[in-house]
């Protein structure tokens, strides 16, 4: 029973992210609540069961697989940088390559922003954030929950490779040989600067949300 919520907190998650993308399901919900309220609300639902997935893996049984040190929470605190910072780069920009780009038919191969380095952005950002928390984390339940989302991350960029090959068809080599040849362009300063405070809101918020300071 000590392990139930935790379980019961996987479960819904999935089940939360799963379902609602389905395609005999996703069209209903958005003719109910236009495309911009679906994605609001999917957005809400998947923060807050987040939220409860993690929290649960907190009060889940404590079972140390390896030991805490004074370094490890360094790791999380350096790469959760780069991930903001990866997280301003991508989010609202088209990326016909991977999930979660907008406006996809306005991209322009010639300036592809952070896809000229990356496909799956939001992909490595979710690898990054989970395989730097692992490290800190050392107990049965968290090594669960931080190695199935980097085990997801990794393994969702090649199946989504694989359908966005499908989709686009023949175009899609020619596409991404245009993307990896792009000449570099200057940094968004005010994306980077976005970066930069949500990273600096996420280190004054950790101990509200989890419970715990992430500096040292």
């Known amino acids: 029973m000590d392990w139930l919520e935790f379980t019961a907190a996987f479960a819904a998650f999935f089940l939360t992210h799963s379902i609602p993308l389905r395609p005999a399901v996703r069209p209903h919900l958005q003719r109910a609540l236009g495309r911009r309220g679906f994605t609001l609300v999917y957005s809400a639902l998947s923060i807050a069961m987040l939220g409860w997935l993690i929290a649960a893996a907190g009060r889940a049984p404590f079972v140390p697989l390896w030991t805490w040190a004074p370094w490890q929470p360094l790791v999380p605190l350096v790469v959760m940088l780069l991930v903001c910072l990866i ?36 992909l490595l950002a979710l690898a990054l954030w989970a395989g730097a928390h692992l490290v800190p984390n050392g107990d049965l339940a968290h090594v669960i929950l931080f190695g199935t989302f980097a085990g997801f991350a990794l393994l969702g960029q090649r199946l989504i490779d694989r359908r966005k090959r499908r989709e686009i068809g023949k175009d899609w080599d020619a596409l991404a ?22 990273y600096l809101l996420l280190i004054a918020a950790h101990p509200l949300l989890f419970g715990v300071s992430p500096l040292p």
């Open 87 to 122: 997280l301003s780069l991508a989010i609202a920009r088209p990326n016909p390559f991977s999930f979660g780009g907008t406006r996809n038919e306005t991209f322009d191969p010639a300036r592809p922003g952070i896809v000229r380095l990356f496909r799956h952005p939001l």
């Open 177 to 198: 040989a245009k993307v990896k040849g792009a000449a570099p362009l200057p940094l968004p300063l005010p994306r980077l600067a976005a970066g930069l405070a949500l």
